[in-house]
């Protein structure tokens, strides 16, 4: 499939400048995908590119910058055709990334690194604690996620996880595991330690208006949610 026109240069062209950056990746001048995150929503996971807007061939290098596969769809989607409407996004996305899109043949959970030390605990502890959780849930000691309501924002629509503050034992994985839907539990992992002013702010607007529902393919849809009151 022929790339689009962009930015006044051609489909040719920016077909041409995904070897210059697979080079460069391969020699040291650009990070690895894996190792980056979205400059404008600080996303991590799931599939990141990177973006040019100069795909000169000697510019094509500095000029490039990571990004999320949603974020690198609104550049080329509205960014110069739309710019307010663009603005608003980056507004919408200023301090929370957008759930990671995978892809079954190209960037699947696997690729991405493992979860990074939260809390004092290391990763290995925290991918350890998920067997934990699920048994629990098997086993009726936690509710199904699809049973549950966000524990900051009240959400009891799309994907929910549960987050954990304490992995010094199994008890204590068990006891400490709160729901939380998507949006939160981001918040809660990114800014409650590092940035608590922004967390404390953010948790006083989800209490009074719950946070959008997230649905991601493969991993939770609207089929996914609780109809019991319906």
């Known amino acids: 499939m022929t790339l689009a026109d962009y930015n006044g240069f051609t489909g040719k062209e920016r077909e041409d400048s995904e070897n210059i950056i697979e080079e460069a990746i391969r020699n040291g001048e650009l990070k690895p995908l ?3 995150k979205c400059v404008f929503c ?3 996971k799931g599939i990141r590119v990177y973006h040019t807007e100069n795909y000169l061939p000697e510019k094509i290098v500095e000029n490039s910058q990571p990004m999320c596969f949603k974020c690198h769809a609104r550049v080329h989607g509205v960014k110069i055709t739309n710019p307010p409407k663009f603005r608003e996004y980056l507004e919408e996305i200023r301090e929370i990334p957008l759930p990671p899109t995978y892809n079954k043949n190209y960037w699947t959970p696997e690729r ?10 290391s990763a290995d502890i925290r991918d350890f604690s998920k067997g934990i959780v699920e048994k629990a849930v098997e086993d009726g000691e936690l509710k199904p996620l699809n049973e549950t309501k966000c524990n900051i924002c009240g959400q009891d629509k799309g994907l929910r996880v549960y987050n954990v503050s304490d992995y010094s034992s199994i008890e204590s994985i068990i006891k400490s595991a709160k729901p939380l839907c998507w949006t939160c539990n981001e918040y809660v992992e990114r800014h409650e330690e590092k940035n608590p002013e922004i967390f404390e702010k953010y948790v006083k607007e989800a209490q009074q208006k719950p946070r959008k529902p997230v649905y991601i393919p493969n991993s939770w849809t609207e089929e996914d949610d609780n109809h019991s009151d319906e």
């Open 34 to 36: 894996e190792e980056t």
């Open 112 to 121: 991405d690194k493992i979860l990074d030390d939260y809390h004092g605990f």
């Open 42 to 44: 600080g996303q991590d």
